[in-house]
């Protein structure tokens, strides 16, 4: 009897999951799943046309020009996220109520701050002994000119977002992603011909973006502005805490070891992150999902950190097994990549973890425990990686990220398990 009570009730389980399964299909044509997909669709074709660049790029150019140029790019798209100044979370917050106000605003104050903090850059490490050979005004007004041209991109796809019309942000990626196609042409230049090719890419996406959205007119809206100024800061703080270590840790490689190790950590780390992208995918739909109440959200997140520990073992095997095999698509001397790869997908293991932690603080409105987390990280990750490299090399990096991120973990385990998510 207890025997068919049994498969009687999971007949039942089974009959509800096709019920949700066959409901979530019906839901795909609705504009959220559609916005959904679109994207994820571009960050897919970032992470692929990112490893496609540089794949190319280590095969046309030499090692020093790679690691010049790969500083140069990180440099780039951190201040690209600086120059936003958060603008681009109140961006989608508040387009409901001031609508293409936001966008004409938002373009003309990141424009500003990309252009004093990329000439800033430049003026401050382009007379190190690192650069000495390489920086020129031409190089100075490259840099500058296509930082203003990369803040204008993120903002153009950060409207699309917000305007619920994701598709052109998406093929503003797919543009964007032609980059690879100029670094033929460019070999001469040098390590300034991968930039302006890098550069070139997002020349065409701006193009298309401000072609399709056609509703952009600048202007200053100082209401706007007032309104968004203490949601914008709190967000960008946190943010920038988060991503500065990984944009700012080639610059320091660059410094105290030169540039050939510079390539190495920017190849490691951009396939790492590559690699990480289905945990970091995951984390982003558990945001979603956590809005539909506290029961549906705690199992959501417990299948979700199955499901993405589960791909972090088999990732970790990969790695193990055939990474030197992915590093010699950038050429043979990138398997010297290896181990910091290795100790890279190692630390995901307790980044994952405060990647999940500080999701559920942002469901539960705890800006400021983000805001202490990310910046506890950053602090961690680059003390005892500049501390470190003095002894182990580039290794010294990938031992600082894993012990950074195992310490914020492990008090998220000893201290708020239960708080946040068992509560």
Known sequence: MNVFKYLSNKLNEVREMLEILMQ?????????YRESIYISASTVM??????????IATNLYSLPEVGIASTLVSAMNLIVMVSFLGLNFSLIRFYPRYREKTIGTTIIVTLIASVIFSTMYLLIVGNSESFRGVF???????FVFFSMIGTTYNVLFTYGIAKKRAKHSFILSIFFSLRFLFLVFLISFGALGIVTAF????TLGVIYGLIALDDIKLGLD????KISFKFSLTNYIAHL???TPKYIMPTIVLAMLGKEDAAYLYIAFAVGDLILFVPNAINTSLFVEGSHGVEYFRKTLRKAMIFAYLYL???????WLFGG???????EKYINSLPLLKLIILGGFSAVLVDFFTTILNIKSKLNKVLIINLSRAVLFLLLSYLLIQKFGILGVGIGWNIGNAIVALKIILFERHRYFFK
């Open 241 to 243: 805490a988060n991503i």
């Open 46 to 55: 970032n992470a692929t046309a990112g490893f496609i660049f540089w794949n």
């Open 136 to 142: 020129s005004t031409k190089l100075l007004a490259i």
């Open 325 to 331: 095999y992915v590093l010699r698509f950038f050429g």
């Open 313 to 319: 073992v088999l990732a970790t095997v990969f790695i």
């Open 24 to 32: 979530e299909i019906k839901n795909v044509r609705t504009s959220f």
């Open 199 to 202: 550069g070139l890419g997002l």
């Open 222 to 225: 100082f209401e706007y502005l």
